[in-house]
């Protein structure tokens, strides 16, 4: 660390002096002062280098001292990638040089400097693609000379960072918050907008506040309009990322005090674009050594913070800014050796040094000794919210940038400021005014005809792109001219293949510093015009973004049913099953299963879906939802349904039951309750307007109990209040209605997916616990107890019961089921249909089938792969478990249709690898396949 | 993301509906060949320009609208209930 080169107060300085800081930079502590950006105070305190570079590991220093500066990207804490001109200095802040080993000053990867011309365009495709067996170990090799920052894995216990969205509808959003979006925001409000002011800086201003004594007190009038006018949000260290479909902006908030960064998706009904403009950098052999700065750097460093960059400087300037930046230099006692004036045609052609600018070569032959060199060579125009939204750029030789294409501006996308015009700070100011009222008036506010936009001046300014020698073009890629030039020898001669092969504008400035120079290099090297090569296109994000703040904070919503806290109660682990959580067991699965065969146990089954159906026309929707017939469903009856797409393919299956004249209640499986409804809906919102059918979806109105078991009749019967449960008075497969444990309006069907005698009880949810703990009181004598989905799912599979989605797969048709015979062709109309009767014509392809793995013990994985006796892929296992009934392994499997015949065996490939042999069963049910246990 | 003006709901987020894509009309399923209903299945015009669509309005009013949509500009005209009535 060297004596400081903090400054006496400046008018226009952001740090606060009497608030002194200690941070410390690659473990050596630093002070820094309120306000302060990382950059600015190791500036302050004699740091010239921040970086090294990509490829070639040359120290780099500042060059844009902005949020765009490729040079100052450190690690600070366990946060990478962080931009030091931008972010602010904090109390006790760890920051630490990225991509330097072992240290920035000492970089041993800098040999690949020393080869520097001989790491050329396309150098890693053309060196390392040969041999390509070796390619791994080279990835692993190039890995350590990869660039960009440590990500900490999160650790256990500590928090993590925060992300934020938020929604906002401004009418105007005004991107940018110089002196014209200030103006256009004021007038938009004035007239009556709600409007959004995002400015990437940490404060309102633009390039005033860098400003002399009258533009200081311009930005003090601007600033106070917009604190006194109502309906302006100002949003400081935020960004807008890009436009999207019908203006919406998303806006990137940083600064937040618990928030690391919010999205802030903005739709907005009129958008103002004024960002101004970015410097440019001049390619010249040496333009990357620290020391060479742009003038706005320069002119921040001074201003803002106070610094005085170097001690001789010498400045080439082609434009006011330079001339500004000379006199900010003298004010600051730097001494001003030389004065290169590019409009007069001077011209730099070399920096000399290394880790510091010693002198600099001109045009002229002489050489000029100095340790800061200023480039004031024009500008680049940021074209992403004018591209992203629809709208396209064009490039003007006599001024020297690109423009956006005002007449074809995308609809409700204004422009003000720097990209659209130069002139007099008022001649800005009044046009931002007149853009910000036609803004307003495009989103509705305010009244009359909308105001007429007047034209700015456009300044004429000398086309500088790249000097005599060749330079860095991409500094964050580590990109020269040079590189340029070679990809275009070698035929890579548009914009977009040129940039892919170098990677020029590929980096973390994305094209913000180095696009410009880009395209000229490139039209230089094929010998034509800028807007012949074309331009390189602008994507979002604008600025860099974290994937967390993409993300957004975590949001997972789960249903629970409402015995859910009974379950958790008692020990029930938890199941997640689609969006719902639920109990898998309650720690003895095979125990649970056993206790439904012999006794009897209750199921938490609330995720199934279900939907009440009245009117005069549900046998009609019925009909044309489900395979079946269901025209002749008598009140008090369930029948079991399958529904199948147009396509023929299962979607769902389930039972309903005729509950009145005119009112059915039907089940869909857990997974499918909201897209069954939405099928339902657009037949009858699409096909059949007419009909008249209520679908109310009831899945979360009901608690659902399946209670299943030889003894489920005997326990029924002690809780209901008003159904006769008797085998005569309520037979398999019919539903009634009625009060259980005194409470009234039940749904109690009596169905058997178990393949047990059962009951499915369908409780008004707020009572679901209720009868629960009943059932549970009621039947302890005869044995009862909770029992998880595991259980079920055993259950059913010794059955021989499918579930959709799991035994039927996107291609399973009814027939490949065995459900061919609910298919009832004779309707007129199904979803479906025709291709059910064109199946039905056809051969077999496949089928569900039985498999018991010879070795009673061998539960293959569900998924494992079948193969027949020459070897060849026939099929897979769908459903496989051990059965606690008959104690062996059971599976159901889809097989080629010519392996399905009872008896057939197929070879079953185990996951963890051999094969293991099993056999094609006659039913699919293992478990009392006639049914005389659901019938008892 | 697109802005879908629903006739009951007034201009709302893209993300509220659910996307039925291009209207195609559903054969007579008694008649219909093999090769007419496999285009109605899986065959769309895809233009680059005005499409007829259906989008079903799922965290709002729940119905199913008809949607005039510009696949190139993105602009959308007013939506339609489904079916007229």
Known sequence: MTATRRLDPQPGEVIDRRQRLSFSWNARAYPAFAGDTIASALAASGETVFSRSMKYHRPRGLLTASHADPNCTVQVGDEPNVRAAHRLVEPGMDVRAQDAWPSLAFDVKAVTGLAGRFLPAGFYYKTFIRPRSLWPTYERVLRRFSHGGVVSPHRPGSEPQRYDKRHVHPDVLVAGGGPAGMAAAVAAARSGAQVLLVEEDHALGGHLRWGDPVELASLAELRDEVAATDGIEVLTDSVALGCYDHLEVAVLQRGLAHVHERLVKARARALVVAPGLIERPYVFAGNDVPGVLLSSAVRRLVNLYAVRPGDRAVVLTANPQGDAAVADLERAGVEVVHVVDARRGGDVVRAVGRSRVRAVELADGRRIDCDLLLTAVGWTTPATLFTTAGGSLGYDRRTARFWPDAPRLPDGVFAAGGVVGDGTLEQLVEHAGVVGRAAARRAGAGSGDPPVVPELPRNPHPELFRGRTHGIVDFSEDVSSRDLVTAVQEGYSSAELAKRYTTATMGPTQGKVESVNVLAVLAEAIGRTIPEVGTTTWRPPYAPVTLGALAGPHRDPVRRSPLQPWHERNGAVPLVAGAWIRPDHYGDPVAEARTVREAVGIIDVTPIGKLDLRGPDVPKLLNLLYVNRWSRLAVGRVRYGVMCAEDGVVLDDGVTGRLGEEHYLTSTTSGGAASVWEWAESWLQTEHPDWRVHVTPVTTAYASISVAGPRSRELIARVVDDVDVSADAFPYMHVRTGGIAGVAGCVLWRIGFTGELGYELHVPAGHGLHVWERLLARGQDLGVRAVGIEAQRVLRLEKGHLIVGQDTDGLTQAHDVGLEGLVRLDKDDFAGRPELVWRAQAADERRLVGLWPRDEATVPAEGSQLVDAAGRLCGRITSSRWSPTLRRSICLGQVAASLAQSGTEVRVRLPEGGFAAAVVTEHLAAVDPEGVRVRA | ?85
């Open chain 2, 1 to 85: 993301m697109i802005l879908i003006p629903c006739p009951w709901c007034g201009p709302r987020d893209a993300g509220e509906f659910g996307y039925g894509g291009e209207i195609v009309p559903r054969p007579d399923p008694r008649t219909a060949t093999p090769e007419r209903w496999r285009d109605y299945l899986y065959l769309r015009a895809n233009v680059a320009g005005w499409q007829t669509e259906r989008w079903y309005h799922r965290m709002g009013c729940r119905r199913l609208l008809t949607v005039r949509r510009n696949t190139v500009t993105g602009e959308v005209r007013p939506a339609a209930e489904a079916v007229e009535r």
